[in-house]
Nanobody
Framework: QVQLVESGGGLVQAGGSLRLSCAAS????????MGWFRQAPGNEREFVAA????????YYADSVKGRFSVFRDNAKNTLYLQMNTLNPEDTAVYYC?????????????????WGQGTQVTVSS
């Protein structure tokens, strides 16, 4: 079992930055592949970024590539999402997720565990 708790969301002006954190319980965090997703009102949940447990390879949605960075600190059981140059289209609830197996596609939403989400609002 893994419990995930996101934090770091808030209100920011366009062009600003935020860093989201996802604290994970359990002693095997380092063995989980981790992902970030978001869901805006009226929209389906969409993939944002993911990071593998092997080698820490990172993967991004085209919409955030070059602006967002996903990284992890296994010693702290924490996943991060650094978000730069935010725009109003990034407004959404952001979720972190964990899965124990390598996915066939990194943009899949088939994860084993999900957090409760944290709201990010970008004003124009």
């Amino acid at each position: 079992q893994v419990q995930l708790v996101e934090s770091g969301g808030g209100l920011v002006q366009a062009g600003g930055s935020l860093r989201l954190s996802c604290a994970a319980s359990g002693r095997t965090f380092s063995r989980y592949n981790m992902g970030w997703f978001r869901q805006a009102p009226g929209n389906e949940r969409e993939f944002v970024a993911a990071i593998s447990w092997i080698g820490g390879s990172a993967y991004y949605a085209d919409s955030v590539k070059g602006r967002f960075s996903v990284f992890r600190d296994n010693a702290k059981n924490t996943l991060y999402l650094q978000m730069n140059t935010l725009n109003p289209e990034d407004t959404a609830v952001y979720y972190c997720a964990a899965r124990s197996t390598l996915p066939k596609r990194w943009d899949t939403d088939e994860y084993d565990y999900w957090g409760q989400g944290t709201q990010v609002t970008v004003s124009s």
